[in-house]
């Protein structure tokens, strides 16, 4: 494991901010610390990108402690935090260089690197012009190419993708994808459920400061139950009939709609059909849900208890 | 694409410098290109020459030429103005994530500040060009020995020091960078307090006491002195000690401020 942290604590005054944090990371693979806003996500980076001292607790990088050995975990990896930290009176390629020289590359080797980068991120046309002149998802792709002049075994990306529009957050997504190919071990933390499902080898949920859950994306809609159906009625007067006779929940949003668990069989579709057929209630149509991690996350990070699965 | 680089080496002297000069490098280019810094780097101490010449010398009574006697003044005058440009840029870096990515990199994050400061030299070294071409310009006649002329040199120099520390301090302690603008504003009007402008001894007794003991007004006596023969006495010494100190007290503020800072 390239990454390890074990017992991480963290208070800020009087807040606990981190509550006993453990995760680990493979080398070459994807975690993604997924959790609302304040459940400690952005702290358990800093502390690993030796940014922040835990209270207790112990975390190593490729072998380096971050409490006493911080230079050697900053020779190996790199952070790119929350809002791009560019100079906008310089140019792409001389803030890449400045980063190059910054982490010891020396300048040709520097100046190297800064060409292969922008060509790399699709930013080679603009690399002369002023960073103050780029677009947003321009700016955050330079970014990440700062972050990676020294080919660093471990990223720390803090919210790569927030605020970007689709368009640039997918070349960004390209551009992570790629570096795993690399080889590259990627700690990211995200609010973004579609990011962490597409991007990540397994996630680790959040909340309180603590690790409520974790697993592959699949392993984690797993654990929320299996599919479900959702039945769409023509007439909403219908509902309450629908709801006992397939013993359903009524959907909180929409009076048509009515959900149940399913294994996900065409059999089970069938006697769904034929039940609804006897209690005369006409039927729109029928939809077959998989679990997103959406369910999961909303499952297994709640505040309130909320039912987990239907039961049947 | 697979890359591969020949493992560096971190830590160590070689890099430390290296490091530096790579961040004052870059604090200068910042400068430079940043139009509202250069216009008050070189137009605001013409301004200030001609005002205080023209618009109030006349009216004021110092034993000498005006012209003279002012010089000195206004170079510290616009060392004060910079000094808000050095806050405000090390209050940026602090927001804007660039010392956290640096506190992640395998070198002295605190370098940042040490390039800000020479930028902030560098900018003082221009400015006190503009107004001693300015002032030979209107009138000046100084008649230091080469000698006197680095006296004043190193004097300056340490006092600009001084100065830029106190401001990177600040900056590193203002928490955005409207407060560290406003943080360093007292800094503009010392000067005025002081042997500056004018004799102290046409000031009422409470504020004469202040200017008496303040400062830059043995830096100001001191420079006075060595570029115009003016009597120095023991100003000297006293200017030395003061800049000495604060450059000190500086340094160890803004040590104090950014270390608080990136907690």
Redesign the interface.
């Known amino acids: 494991m390239i990454v390890e942290a074990v017992g991480l604590r963290k208070a800020y005054g009087s807040q606990q901010v981190l509550d006993g944090v453990d995760l680990t990371a493979a080398e070459g693979t994807v975690l993604a610390l997924l959790g609302p806003n304040g459940a400690g996500k952005t702290t358990t980076v800093r502390v690993l990108s030796t940014l922040t001292q835990p209270d207790a607790g112990t975390a190593t990088i490729a072998g380096h402690d971050v409490v006493h050995d911080p230079v050697g975990v900053r020779g190996v990896i790199s952070l790119t935090g929350q809002y791009a930290a560019l100079d906008d009176r310089q140019t792409g390629r001389e803030n890449l260089v400045m980063l190059g020289r910054l982490a010891h590359l020396g300048r040709p080797t520097a100046r190297r690197r800064a060409d292969e980068l922008l060509e790399r991120f699709d930013l080679a046309a603009d690399g002369d012009r002023r960073v103050g002149q780029w677009s947003g998802g321009m700016r955050r792709r330079l970014d990440l190419a700062m972050s990676l002049i020294s080919a660093p075994r471990v990223v720390f990306l803090d919210e790569p993708t927030t605020g970007l529009d689709p368009a640039s957050r997918a070349t960004t997504w390209d551009a992570i994808s790629e570096l795993v190919a690399t080889g590259t071990t990627l700690v990211l933390t995200t609010q973004y459920l579609e990011e962490a499902d597409r991007l990540a080898d397994r996630v680790v949920l959040i909340d309180a400061g603590r690790v409520t859950a974790e697993g592959t994306p699949d392993e984690l809609k797993a654990r929320v139950g299996g599919e479900r159906l959702v039945v769409r009625l023509v007439d909403p007067a219908d509902l309450a009939r629908a709801v006992a006779t397939l013993d359903g929940v009524p959907s909180s949003t929409d009076p048509h709609l009515v959900e149940l668990p399913s294994d996900g069989s065409a059999a089970h579709l069938r006697r769904v059909l034929d039940r609804l057929a006897v209690g005369g209630i006409a039927v729109d149509r029928v939809a077959a849900h998989r679990p997103t991690l959406d369910d999961a996350f909303l499952a297994l990070t709640a505040r309130t208890p909320q039912p987990a699965s239907v039961p049947a | 694409?697979?890359?591969t680089?020949?493992a560096?080496?971190?830590?160590g002297v070689r890099?430390a410098v290296?490091?530096a000069v790579?961040?004052t490098g870059?604090s200068i280019?910042?400068s430079r290109?940043?139009a509202d810094t250069m216009v008050m780097s070189i137009v605001l101490p013409l301004l200030m020459m001609a005002l205080f010449v023209y618009v109030f010398g006349g009216a004021i009574s110092t034993g000498t030429a005006y012209i003279d006697y002012v010089v000195p003044g206004i170079v510290l005058l616009c060392t004060g103005y910079g000094a808000a440009s050095t806050a405000m840029a090390v209050a940026a870096d602090t927001a804007?994530?660039?010392v956290?990515?640096?506190?992640?990199?395998?070198?002295h994050a605190w370098t940042v500040l040490l390039g800000h400061v020479a930028a902030s030299v560098t900018r003082n070294a221009l400015s006190t060009a503009v107004v001693i071409a300015a002032a030979v310009v209107m009138g000046f006649h100084p008649d230091a020995t080469p000698v006197e002329w680095l006296g004043t040199a190193g004097l300056l120099l340490l006092y600009v020091l001084a100065l830029s520390w106190l401001a990177a301090g600040l900056g590193a302690l203002a928490s955005s960078i409207e407060s560290a603008s406003a943080l360093s504003f007292a800094m503009l009007f010392l000067p005025y307090l002081s042997s500056a402008f004018v004799p102290t001894d046409s000031m009422p007794a409470v504020l004469r006491a202040v200017a008496d003991h303040q400062p830059i007004t043995p830096v100001i006596e001191t420079v006075r002195g060595l570029l115009t023969g003016t009597p120095i006495g023991s100003s000297g010494w006293v200017a030395l000690a003061w800049c000495v100190g604060l450059l000190a007290g500086s340094v160890a503020f803004a040590s104090w401020a950014f270390r608080r800072r990136?907690?």
Do not use: I, W
């Open positions: 694409m697979t890359t680089l020949p560096p080496v971190h830590g890099n290296g490091d790579t961040l870059r280019r910042l290109r940043d804007s994530g660039m956290d990515r640096l506190r992640s990199l395998p070198v990136s907690r």
